[in-house]
């Protein structure tokens, strides 16, 4: 069988970015533990889009589109993800499509999993797929993309060509990816405008081509003492490291090599950065005056021949974010000029920081382009012997071994131990089965109780929700059968709630540094370790192994009061096995493995660039609210 491409753009003039006169579907991707690009979902792709028109250097804040993403943050400048509880951080790169595949058109193919979940293909094979699809080809062989799999489309199923293990297949319809149509936004390109020989004078091309002054003065000025400000060594090789540019004029450099002399000088400048394979790019002999106009590069110069070798990049291009590494190129200043740093420029001047670097450029003075700032994931080294135990806490460790907790009684006494029973039930709808209280429980037939007759209706004595006693029972099941009740509706919990957190270890103390909002308080450090193991007869896959990513994990409180209720509570909720369980990673996709378990911990020491640090005026009040859901609330203190 004929296989379609896989949809994947091609490269144009060297870089991964499309013709300025075609339309794209913009897909934006992240590097799993795999070495494999998964796709972000299209409602995502648009919030990311929406947030790079408005600050193509900024950051991408992903639980604001999806909940389940909220411990994520997108780096535009540094094109990363960064994960805030485990510091965990993933390149990102932005892809492109043609808008009549799988993304451009919304659709969505995916596999069953182990937990019975579904999850979304690599956005290469689901292009792939949805090809063969419309091409009403019976099967689909994805043995040329890597993958030894065979698609069937009459069983929707998917055939390891090895094993021999079959999965379920499904394509469903979601929202399309975001759209580029027309010429490439400025996040990508310059400004194209009628090439009249003369330089342009909007503010981005004259940063552009003052950077590139700048930039060639640097470049002269490392020649100058490589080679004893000599001009004419044929062969001459200049690698200046740690330069990472953006190619962004027109598939032109705006590191551009000149040289003043006539001699055929042959000057080889290689540029790091970047993921994809080095490509050679020629480029003229330039001057700062460029217009704002398409620059295709030439193929020799009348003073020399100049290659400059550029790794092509994955990542978004950004104009006027160069950033050198002054360590090499210090070298070159003349001794008593200072390098003054540009960074964070916020006073109320109308000079942009940017073009107050290449001010400070031409008026040669060194100038160092800084990145955003980086969170603050931990604080300085300390000592074993600057720990010291939390006031009012016993210990500083606690353990769970593997042990069942005990287990409830009968479900039928548990269930009678909270409930009324209702001798003239309302004609409403038990929210468990969905019939009316008034008719039998849709459990009739499906379970047997002595006790418990199918009519029977029972209300919870705290809240008042009224349910079939059969269908209290099936709940309850269901559940962890340790003896407690918690109600669907309004999630009262009637006795000990405990979860299905797996062994492991908390550990906790106070060291001698202060949290950003707390300058009067020394700091309360939480340190969760759980080693990988085997699933129990309370996890989703007894018998299977379970992964337990980014662990220890490190996790800070005020020592002040109210930052001790909140450790006891946390410890409590540990005891009772609530702060983790196992699960599928809502970001990762990766299912049997440690997550979260709706209590958030702040993981950020000394910032809160990620949302999961300091300050954070109502995190101690969240918190225990968060506590209190899963029936861990303040009246469980002991005075």
Request: net charge positive.
């Amino acid at each position: 069988m004929a296989r379609p491409g896989s949809g994947l753009l091609a490269p144009v003039n060297g870089l991964g970015y499309p013709p300025q006169n075609l339309a794209r579907v913009v897909v934006w991707e992240w590097l799993n533990e795999h070495g494999r690009w998964r796709p972000y979902s299209a409602a995502v792709c648009h919030h990311i889009e929406n947030v790079l028109k408005g600050d193509a250097r900024g950051s991408v804040v992903l639980g604001q589109v999806d909940g389940q993403l909220s411990p994520y943050v997108i780096d535009l400048q540094s094109m990363h993800q960064f994960r805030q509880d485990t510091g965990t951080m993933r390149p990102v790169q932005r892809n492109f499509y043609e808008p009549s595949s799988a993304p451009g058109k919304g659709v969505v193919w995916e596999w069953e999993n182990d937990n019975g979940s579904w999850t979304p293909y690599d956005m290469e094979i689901c292009v792939t797929i949805q090809n063969a699809y419309e091409k009403q080809h019976p099967w689909l062989d994805l043995t040329s993309l890597g993958f030894c799999y065979l698609i069937d489309f009459n069983s929707m199923s998917q055939t390891n060509r090895q094993s021999q293990r079959k999965r379920r297949l499904r394509r469903r319809m979601d929202l399309a990816y975001p759209l580029i149509m027309g010429s490439i936004p400025k996040s990508q390109s310059w400004p194209v405008g009628a090439s009249s020989g003369q330089p342009c004078s909007c503010q981005q091309c004259i940063l552009v081509n003052s950077t590139r002054a700048a930039s060639n003065a640097i470049l002269a000025s490392q020649r100058r003492k490589v080679y004893g400000g000599t001009g004419g060594n044929s062969g001459a090789s200049v690698t200046l490291t740690g330069v990472r540019q953006s190619n962004t004029f027109a598939g032109t450099s705006l590191w551009s090599p000149t040289s003043t002399s006539s001699g055929t000088n042959n000057n080889n400048i290689s540029v790091g950065g970047g993921h994809a394979k080095a490509e050679q790019v020629q480029s003229p002999l330039s001057s700062a005056n460029f217009p704002c106009s398409p620059v295709m590069p030439s193929l020799s110069s009348a003073h020399g021949h100049h290659a400059l070798t550029i790794n092509g990049q994955n990542n978004l291009n950004r104009p006027g974010t160069q950033r050198i590494s002054m360590g090499t190129a210090r070298g070159a200043i003349p001794p008593g000029v200072p390098a003054l740093p540009v960074k964070n420029l916020t006073g109320s001047g109308p000079v942009h920081p940017a073009l107050a670097g290449i001010l400070m450029c031409a008026a040669g003075l060194p100038v160092c382009l800084t990145r955003a700032p980086k969170p603050i994931l931990h604080p300085p080294p300390i000592n074993k012997s600057d720990m010291k135990p939390v006031p009012g806490i016993n210990g500083m460790r606690r353990k769970t071994k593997k042990k069942h907790l005990r287990r409830g009684k009968n479900p039928e006494d548990v269930v009678r131990r909270y409930t009324d029973k209702i001798k003239v039930a309302p004609d409403e709808d038990c929210t468990i089965c969905m019939e009316r209280l008034v008719m039998s429980s849709g459990y009739e037939g499906i379970l047997q109780h002595k006790g418990i007759k199918p009519e029977l209706v029972g209300k919870l004595g705290k809240c008042g929700h009224m349910y079939h006693l059969l269908c209290l029972v099936a709940m309850y099941n269901n559940g962890n059968k340790d003896g407690s009740l918690q109600c669907p509706t309004c999630k009262t919990i009637y006795g000990e709630k405990t979860g299905t957190q797996p062994p492991g270890k908390m550990e906790y103390h106070v060291i001698p540094h202060c949290l950003p909002g707390y300058p009067d308080s020394k700091t309360i450090r939480i340190v969760y370790d759980i080693p990988a193991g085997i699933q129990t007869n309370e996890h989703p896959n007894p018998g299977k192994k379970f992964s337990a990513r980014g662990f220890p994990r490190h996790c800070y409180l005020p020592d002040n009061d109210r930052g001790r209720k909140v450790l006891k509570l946390l410890i409590m909720a540990w005891d009772r096995r609530l702060i983790f369980t196992i699960g599928t990673s809502s970001t990762t996709g990766e299912s049997d493995t440690v997550v979260w378990n709706e209590i958030h911990h702040k993981t950020e020491f000394g910032s809160n660039l990620t949302g999961h640090g300091y300050p954070d005026p109502n995190y101690l009040d969240n918190v225990l609210t968060e506590l209190s859901a899963q029936g861990v609330g303040e009246d469980n203190l002991k005075d």
